[in-house]
């Protein structure tokens, strides 16, 4: 969900919320034209209903799916959204172009964090993905821990990272002109 100034009625300028007792957070935004502006609301007031979530994600739910190979180890987050941009470049594209990603700069509620990362929980959920916590490698690294994805977990919990599989398809594991070419930004 983005979140808007009721100054400016921006979301450029607004930074991520400040959690404060009483499931209240702090919202500041830095818009030069007001100085800074802050403001307090609710966890619930902000969180979309998740019958509104799914209603997005559900165009991602069986090409996610398809981006999970059944007898792989764990694969690190990044290596399944690379998938979904490369299989369904027009969907990712749209989706970007609706949400923003962090290869273009530090971002609150992007499509990883918010579309993608709930569609591949919802298919968690449903029995068809399971995943863990590992670390978090290359363009992913400033997260510290990702998502590792697996349709069948395999017995000896191996786990492919984003870094690994750059080296295997002779990528950088960083961000890329490449990698922003032909997308927008909201």
Known sequence: ??????????????????????RLLQYRCTNPIHGNHEWLTTRDAVQAPSDVQEGVTDELLEPLSRCIDADAPFVEYGIVEHRLRTRFPDLFAAHVAEQGHSMFGPRAYTASSVR???????????????????????AWHHNGQVTY??????????????????AEIGRSPQWTDQDRFGLRIP
């Open 116 to 138: 993608f990362g709930v569609a591949l929980g919802r298919l968690e959920r449903t029995g068809d993905l399971v995943s863990e916590y590992g670390p978090a490698t290359g």
């Open 149 to 166: 994805w697996a349709r069948n977990p395999p017995a000896d919990r191996r786990r492919t990272t984003w870094a690994e599989y750059c």
């Open 1 to 22: 969900m983005i979140i808007t100034c009721p100054k400016c009625f921006a979301a450029d300028d607004v930074l991520p919320p400040r959690r404060l007792p009483d």
